[in-house]
């Protein structure tokens, strides 16, 4: 298999929870030139509250709202593993699945949900969190982890950082002050979840909260993470 180098990835629970958690700072990753990939877990077919609305409708929209997004932000390549939503679970197999992308991919940076945050989490973010986490470190890392993944020509590979999004303990906060209009461009195209005349009121919580994620630094907006420099 042949690999397709990408500096950053990014591992979302559902289709819009990138855009929420760090679509400002992709898109300023993607004016600075950087290739970006995004995998989403889950098909997000439980995402509605339409009554009308069949799992697989819902699945099929918010690829395509996925894909719109992407594109708006620059994103290079968006990788759906199509898991069922709500059922993440842990697993040998799905962990296999992170690793085999990352040995793909080989990013410098992975980005994802923080599995960490306390009480009120939605279990397909805790899960994706837990398991990127352990596919960087250590399956992608070593090399007979998954030792067929070497017959198919993925050699281990070392992620430099990880960012968490949605973190309690944010140690890092990156500058979306340029890009937050794109954000918001980007969610959006999240019809299915956010209506399809989205209130005025969503782009003034949002500004507030990237606000509040600025306080103390240079800059008005920020999107806020838990940082992992990865020292091997």
């Known amino acids: 298999m042949a690999t397709k180098p ?11 929870d990138a855009e929420y958690g760090v679509a400002g700072t ?4 993607a004016r600075e030139g950087k290739e970006i990939v995004y995998v989403v877990c889950t098909s997000g077919d439980k995402g509605t509250s339409d009554a009308n609305m069949k799992p697989e409708e819902v699945a099929k929209t918010r690829e395509q709202e996925q894909l719109a997004a992407a594109k708006l932000l620059g994103v290079r390549e968006v990788i759906f593993l199509r898991h069922p939503d709500q059922g993440l679970e842990d697993t040998p197999e799905f962990r296999k699945e992170l690793v085999r992308l990352i040995r793909t991919y080989r990013p410098e940076t992975v980005v994802t949900a923080d599995p960490h945050r306390r009480y009120i989490w939605h279990r ?3 899960i994706t969190g837990r398991v990127t986490l352990d596919a ?3 399956y992608a890392r070593d090399r007979l982890s998954y030792p067929d993944l070497l017959d198919e020509g993925l050699q ?8 968490l999004w949605a973190s309690e303990d944010p140690n890092f906060r990156s ?19 956010i209506g399809q005349n989205p209130s005025p009121e969503m782009e003034k919580w949002l500004r507030q909260r990237h606000e509040t994620m ?9 999107e806020a993470f838990y940082r992992a420099e990865i020292l091997w």
């Open 6 to 16: 990408a500096q950053i990835m990014v591992v979302t629970p559902h289709p819009d």
């Open 26 to 29: 992709v898109a300023r990753w």
């Open 124 to 126: 397909d973010h805790r």
């Open 136 to 138: 960087v470190f250590p």
């Open 156 to 163: 281990p590979h070392y992620v430099r950082e990880v960012l």
């Open 175 to 193: 500058d979306i002050t340029d890009t937050f209009d794109i954000k918001v461009a980007a969610l959006r195209c999240h019809k299915s979840q």
């Open 214 to 222: 600025a306080e103390g630094e240079d800059f008005e907006l920020a």
